[in-house]
């Protein structure tokens, strides 16, 4: 089992920088890719950013140059570094873990970000 909880969405205004935070907790050695996603009113869920246990990073095509997803094994947290915030960017970000032999998907409660001036 991985419990996964964020913190760090709030309002901020168009091209401004927020930091999310996923803490870690569980069964920390069976996971294999940690992803951040996001959910806008009236739309899919989408993957915005993964990190996988070796280290690769991958991003969606409309937050690449802009978000940076990292982790700190030490303090067992996945960081999600957004900036040059747009409206678009509005939504609920979602922590996920895959662990497991099953990729087992785990996932916390969400945290809103909204953009607006």
């Known amino acids: 089992q991985v419990q996964l909880a964020e913190s760090g969405g709030g309002l901020v205004q168009p091209g401004g920088s927020l930091r999310l935070s996923c803490i870690v907790s569980?069964?920390?050695?069976?996971?294999?890719?940690m992803r951040w996603y996001r959910q806008a009113p009236g739309k899919q869920r989408e993957v915005v950013a993964l990190i996988t246990k070796g280290g690769t990073t991958s991003y969606v095509d409309s937050v690449k140059g802009r978000f940076t997803i990292s982790r700190d094994d030490a303090k067992n947290t996945v960081a999600l570094q957004m900036n040059g915030l747009k409206p678009e960017d509005t939504a609920v970000y979602y922590c996920?873990?895959?662990?497991?032999?099953?990729?087992?998907?785990?996932w916390g409660q969400g945290t809103q970000v909204t953009v607006s001036s």
């Open positions: 569980g069964s920390i050695d069976s996971i294999r890719t």
């Open positions: 996920n873990a895959a662990a497991g032999q099953m990729f087992t998907d785990y």
